[in-house]
């Protein structure tokens, strides 16, 4: 067995064994450092000789690893001792005890102690099963960078004191929302890569969208889980379609809508219709938006009146600038665009977006359709000037030249 | 990351294996699907009715000619499939490993390349944006 085949029993097995190891050390930190000792045993020992049981031989190997640093902590003797006596039998693990434990992984590893950065960073190694190279790649970022983000938060885990438990009833509904938003931006910064030359990072979308099946179906009873898986695979639908050959990016008014892939936008509606029991979140009506869209024949044939009031539901229940400027293009959309440019003018007055490239990109396509060319060239070379991804940039500056 | 499907492939030996044990593989295969679904990988899964029900549709140069099932020669039938959405065919591979399955049977790996594989123009395309215009919807 060669390295792809370790890394591919890592990621089914990476975060049972950590959940199993953190409940059986009661210390996460060293439950992972053992993990990732076995994988690195692994590399050297499997192209030798296959082990009959991988996944058992990752577990064993970590578990040893596990109880070797017990020992070298010579304050942590009588804890050893209990363990040496105590032996975990790994395979009659109730299966749902294993569920609370890789739930509890997930609460812990995004846990509001952490920095955001971290949050990402150890969510995807230890329940995605990634390794500190492959997040490295997908973030554009050096190997020590997340290296340090890891070792810091196990860090701040152990100083903060943060059990392994799943967080108790009264904070469970605020905590799966903190969850769910570091699902999110992983999944954000892959559909929208902030830096760099590339548009997409599908491999980081696709992580994201893989952890958020993994929390519907730990979470089943939980409308917006659903909501956000929902919301994941109808965006991801339009990928096939959202770049050119070159990797420019195509406007949604301009997508092939026949590249979409239909079997995501299915899979991201049936979740949608989970989400929608008792009325929609944040996440469900930003799925229903997406739904709306991918039901579409076409930009012209949108329903774009229940868009808007979509928008305006979401603006109520997770009111922020980006849903505002979101749904001035809406509205342009549904009664035109003097309308929406005064949503947008409003928006820039409170300067609640600012430095955005996005609140000039929308004004500057306004004013163009308004026939206001000078404005909207000025606008568009304003957006061009503050974004940071150099695909967009050159679509933005392609269009400002477009007007002159 | 892709998707593969994994073919389960029997022989008249394995599907009788099979059907004397259905009721336990039935559950292992449940369970199985549960791991499935926790891991984040599950599209779909189904498995086919005994191929002596089939039928089979012939090509040529004449009409298509309809026969009853199985598959005359062939000695490893189609049975079910698992649909996964996996990083890798390693892990594809170590998926397949853990299916319940009776001695004997074959599971196949194959890759479906994604919508973005697929030429622009293929005839693929054609079909369902047709299909699409006739339906006014997805």
Same mark, same amino acid.
């Given at each position: 067995?060669?390295?792809? %085949? ?48 991988? +996944? ?34 790994? %395979? ?6 294993? %569920?609370? !434990? ?141 770049? !050119? ?67 305006? +539901? ?15 293009? +809406?509205?342009?959309? +549904? ?70 | ?104 049977? =074959? ?16 005839? =693929? ?14």
């Amino acid at each position: 067995m060669g390295p792809a %085949d370790v890394e591919a029993v890592w990621r089914i097995e990476s975060a049972r064994i950590v959940a199993a190891l953190t409940r059986f050390t009661g210390d996460f930190g060293l439950a992972e450092d053992a993990a990732q000792e076995a994988v690195a045993e692994a590399l050297v020992s499997w192209p030798l000789s296959s082990p009959a049981s991988p +996944a058992g031989w990752l577990m064993a190997t970590a578990r040893r690893r596990a109880i070797d640093a017990i020992r070298r902590r010579t304050a942590l003797q009588d804890r050893y001792a209990l363990l040496a006596a105590d032996p975990v039998v790994d %395979d009659d693990i109730d299966p749902d005890r294993i %569920d609370d !434990d890789i739930l509890a992984l997930m609460f812990v590893s995004c846990h509001p102690v952490l920095s955001p950065e971290a949050r990402v960073a150890l969510t995807l190694r230890v329940v995605g099963g990634l390794s500190t190279e492959q997040i490295a790649r997908a973030f554009l970022v050096t190997v020590p960078t997340v290296q340090a983000r890891i070792t810091r938060a196990k860090k701040t885990i152990a100083a903060a004191g943060v059990p392994f438990e799943l967080p108790p009833a009264g904070e469970r509904r605020e905590r799966l929302g903190g969850v769910l938003s570091v699902v999110y931006v992983i999944f954000t910064e892959g559909s929208t890569a902030t830096s760099g030359d590339r548009l997409l990072s599908p491999g980081l979308a696709y992580e994201a969208i893989r952890l958020a099946r993994t929390l519907a179906a730990l979470q089943p009873d939980e409308p917006e889980v659903h909501g956000l898986l929902a919301l994941c695979e109808l965006t991801a639908a339009r990928f096939p379609a959202r770049t !050119d050959p070159d990797g420019s990016p195509i406007l949604l008014t301009d997508q092939d809508r026949r590249r979409w892939d239909f079997s995501a936008v299915r899979r991201g509606l049936a979740a949608l219709a989970k989400a929608s029991v008792r009325g929609l979140g944040p996440y469900g009506l930003q799925a229903a938006i997406a739904a709306a869209h991918a039901s579409a024949p076409s930009v012209e044939e949108t329903d774009w009146d229940r868009i808007v009031v979509l928008y305006e +539901a979401l603006g109520r229940v997770a009111p922020s600038p980006v849903v505002e400027l979101n749904r001035a293009v +809406a509205v342009a959309m +549904a009664s035109g665009p003097a309308q929406a440019l005064a949503i947008v003018d409003e928006l820039i007055a409170s300067d609640r977006l600012p430095g955005s490239h996005l609140v000039p990109t929308v004004r500057g396509e306004l004013l163009a359709r308004l026939g206001r060319r000078p404005e909207a060239r000025a606008e568009l070379e304003l957006a061009a000037r503050l974004c940071t991804n150099q695909r967009e940039r050159s679509v933005l500056l392609r269009k400002a030249t477009a007007l002159s | 990351m892709s998707q593969y499907m994994l073919i389960m492939r029997g022989t008249d030996e394995t599907n009788a294996a099979m059907m004397a044990n259905v009721d336990e593989l039935m559950a292992a295969t449940r369970l199985f699907i549960e791991e499935l679904a926790k891991a984040g990988v599950y599209v779909a899964a189904e498995g086919l009715d005994d191929p002596g029900q089939g039928v089979v549709v012939h090509f040529s140069d004449e009409a298509p000619v309809v026969t009853d099932g199985p598959y005359g020669e062939t000695k490893e039938l189609f049975g079910g499939f698992f649909l996964l959405d996996v990083a890798s065919k390693q892990e594809a591979v170590e998926w397949a490993k853990r299916v319940p399955a009776v001695p004997g049977s =074959k599971i196949e790996i194959r890759r479906v390349p994604g919508e973005d594989e697929v030429p622009q123009d293929s005839g =693929k395309f054609v079909k369902e944006g047709t299909l699409r215009e006739s339906s006014g919807r997805i």
